[in-house]
């Protein structure tokens, strides 16, 4: 005990102690002497130094003594402290958590409505739309958050990630979240993982969450950030060096002296891309750009309580990474990457060459700034300096130009501030806060489908047809003022830093490099209040209803548990030619409707993938009738003839967003096994949950055996086990057959989800 005299400072010590997580959540503390325990016991362990995603991740193990640790190779159990769920995901999440009979969520937990908000004629008319045409499932999730203890953010309140950097990430934390991009949340210092809704139920349900270790990539920063280049540039550079699977296995972990040259926010765009270079996450130590961030949004406790643990939240000296990657911020220009896939980098100077020697147009239709990636004050400020130097020139923008603000506190305060008039008068037009053309809510109607045009957005992502369904739309990313600038230009070779426009009068002017404040110098304007608690006396007594004639949504039914046998025979479905990414296996854009009923979402299967014998889309042979048809009709009737089918597919299958649909729908229309050349990990993971058969090719070359009426069997179940290869044999229409082994990843916990047909079917038998 204290002695009498140090009391005040015992109480002092212990009141600064109990911080809460967030003011939403008042009796949930942040728990750093919980996690420096932790961290010590395991660097104690190790002998070595830890980077500063080691000590986030390993500070939250479930048994920081036992754990066997080896980045890329062990399976570590983990204790997130918290999920985030956007609505259409968080629909397939919830409704798997009612199917696990549990009434109420283990960890702090919460639902935000952002995905399905289609962009048409402006923000308050287009949310008016949605919030009529998604009643059903807007209640469906409210009063699943109100039964089962979760935190519900109605629609209008902004993307999930820019609503969890406001609200719930801090330095430290361990948060899971159903969306690719919620390692935003690393800007703050954050380990925020995107997974898929069956992980999420996971820890709702109070079980330790399965990551396999990641590997540590350093990119080492230095210089100081100026002039047109923005943190944007950081990450579409690293895309373009690390390639969009160069980060898979790999949490990527910035440090340096440059990294203090990089505003809160701007950390948390260059995280949020990760997803891009198939990251784990990304994340930046813990500085004064974050202190002030936290201190702004209401949060000045976490941050003096971070600062006593100051040398927990940044990495040990003599850390080491898996490899590292040199950026010198003094040296790096704007970048625009593009199009088709957001690896493809290009420096602002060389683009119109490139897209003049590739064909591709110049002509700006459609300039985008927002997303969950750019959507900061400081992003709509420096894209706002952009368009009052054009408006004093008497000029607006040549393409059409539309503005998505990150959340209800961003649009509230830039238009306090006069930002979103200024965007306004150059011919911007505000849209909802909420995803939008970003995912491909976006009814557009300038062009044709099939027509060849040119969009650059603020994004993250850029994949064929993701934005606005046609599929020769070719989309740049850039950051918002770069957007801006083209935007106005009208045209891809416009570079702002060296070409000049044509003033109203007549007179040639060039644009002065953007500037903005970090933050605004009022406090933050939270807008409409947009928040529903669970209500405090619990929600027992309170009903989920879903109508069983439901087109949204649809109680889940379970999966068949594993026969006990080998898998013989399975029909290949169809052989998927290049790019596989989960916007091919299960669409976005109008599909969103459907996102809470596994059959109908289900008529989207694959219908993206190219079929390598007619590279058609969704056009396969069925072996049955020997007709050809759409991939979810082929499926259906091969399920309803008792005919189990394999998918077969090419590198980094299933990259981009975690939604775990596209690997609910092989399963519930009779797949059994994915085997392709390379995964991306949420995917995965995801196709494991499920009790798929997630395989890769031992030999990459096999792809290249197979053929497109061939039937697979795969042998060795019977002894299947961790690190052993099973092995596939292929019979060839023409009686031939080849056979070749197939590597998996499966550890014992996913064996057995396997083996009980799905991990939600082992979490009951286990109850």
């Known amino acids: 005990m204290p002695k009498w005299s140090d009391w005040p400072y015992y109480f002092a010590f212990n009141a600064k102690a109990k911080v809460s997580m967030s003011r939403f959540e008042p009796s949930n503390y942040v728990s750093y002497e919980k996690l420096n325990e932790n961290v010590n016991i395991v660097r104690k362990r ?228 990760g997803a891009e270079i198939g990251a784990t996450t990304s994340v930046f130590p813990y500085n004064h750009r974050m202190k002030t961030y936290l201190e702004k949004t209401g949060r000045g406790d976490i941050a003096a309580l971070a600062d006593d643990y100051a040398d927990l939240l940044v990495p040990d000296p003599g850390c080491e990474y898996d490899s590292i990657v040199e950026i010198n911020l003094d040296e790096l220009k704007p970048h625009i990457n593009g199009p088709f896939t957001p690896d493809l980098a290009h420096p602002m100077a060389d683009i119109g060459a490139t897209a003049a020697k590739n064909g591709w147009p110049l002509e700006v239709k459609v300039g985008l700034i927002g997303s969950c990636t750019n959507s900061s004050y400081e992003d709509m400020g420096r894209s706002a300096s952009v368009a009052k130097q054009a408006l004093d020139k008497g000029l607006k923008c040549k393409a059409a130009f539309t503005i998505t603000p990150g959340s209800e506190q961003i649009r509230a305060t830039i238009e306090r501030d006069g930002y979103s008039k200024i965007l306004g008068d150059v011919g911007g037009m505000v849209l909802a806060n909420a995803c939008g053309p970003c995912i491909g809510q976006w009814d557009r109607r300038d062009v044709k489908k099939g027509e060849k045009n040119t969009i650059v957005t603020s994004y993250n992502r850029n994949f064929t047809a993701r934005n606005d369904a046609n599929p020769a739309t070719h989309a740049f990313v850039a950051s918002p003022e770069i957007v801006t600038a083209l935007a106005i230009a009208g045209t891809l070779d416009f570079n702002p830093e060296v070409d000049y426009l044509t003033a109203a009068n007549g007179e040639k002017f060039k644009l002065e490099p953007p500037s903005a404040d970090e933050l605004p110098k009022l406090d933050f304007d939270p807008g409409q209040d947009t928040y529903q608690h669970p209500p405090a006396e619990g929600g027992s007594k309170l009903r989920v ?206 064996i057995e989800w396997f083996q009980a047909g799905s991990a939600l079917n082992r979490m009951k038998e286990l109850q």
């Open 545 to 750: 209803d879903v109508s069983p004639t439901s087109t949204r949504l649809q109680l889940l039914e379970p999966f068949d548990k594993w026969a006990g046998g080998d898998l013989e025979d399975l029909q290949v479905l169809i052989k998927v030619k290049g790019k596989c990414t989960t916007d091919h296996i299960s669409a976005a854009g109008p599909w969103l409707k459907f996102r809470g009923h596994l059959d109908n979402i289900s008529n989207n299967m694959l219908i993206g993938a190219v079929n390598i014998e007619n590279d058609g889309v969704n056009k396969i042979k069925n072996q049955l009738t020997g007709e050809y048809g759409g991939v979810p009709d082929v499926a259906r009737h091969y399920k309803a003839n008792g005919l189990s089918w394999v998918v077969v597919g090419d590198d980094n299958y299933g990259e981009g967003s975690s939604r775990e649909h596209a690997a609910l729908e092989p399963r519930h229309l009779g797949g059994r096994c994915i085997i392709v050349k390379s995964f991306a990990r949420i995917h995965e993971t995801n196709l494991k949950k499920q009790g798929m058969l997630p395989m890769t090719f031992q030999n990459p070359a096999d792809y290249d055996k197979i053929r497109p009426d061939d039937k697979i069997s795969i042998k060795g179940l019977a002894t299947f086990t961790p690190g052993k290869p099973l092995s596939a044999v292929v019979k060839h229409s023409d009686g031939s057959k080849d056979d070749f082994q197939l590597n998996h990843t499966f550890n014992e916990t996913q």
């Open 46 to 273: 190790l002998n070595r130094p830890l980077t500063l995603s080691e000590k986030i991740v390993y500070g939250h193990l479930d048994d920081p003594v036992g754990q066997d640790i080896a980045r890329g190779h062990t399976y570590l159990r983990l204790r997130p402290d918290r999920v985030a769920m956007q609505d259409a995901t968080a629909q397939m999440a919830m409704l798997q958590f009612i199917s696990s009979g549990l009434p109420c969520v283990a960890v702090p937990s919460t639902i935000h409505c952002d995905h399905l908000i289609e962009a048409q004629i402006g923000g308050a008319k287009d949310l008016a739309r949605a919030k009529d045409i998604n009643a059903e499932v807007y209640n469906f999730l409210a009063s699943a958050g109100a039964k089962y203890g979760v935190g519900f953010w109605k629609p209008g309140s902004g993307i999930i990630h820019q609503i969890i950097l406001e609200n719930y990430a801090y330095p430290g934390v361990l948060l899971i979240g159903t969306d690719s991009h919620t390692p935003n949340g690393g800007g703050l210092g954050s380990i925020c993982i995107g997974v898929g809704g069956a992980d999420a139920v996971d820890v709702m349900a109070g079980i330790p969450w399965e990551l396999k270790c990641p590997k540590v990539i350093g990119v080492k920063l230095t210089g100081k950030l100026s002039g047109w280049t923005s943190p944007k540039d950081v990450i579409l550079k690293v895309a373009g060096i690390l390639t969009v699977k160069g980060g898979t296995g790999a949490i990527v972990e910035y440090h340096g002296p440059g990294v203090d040259s990089i505003s809160c926010t701007g950390m948390a765009t260059i995280c949020n891309m």
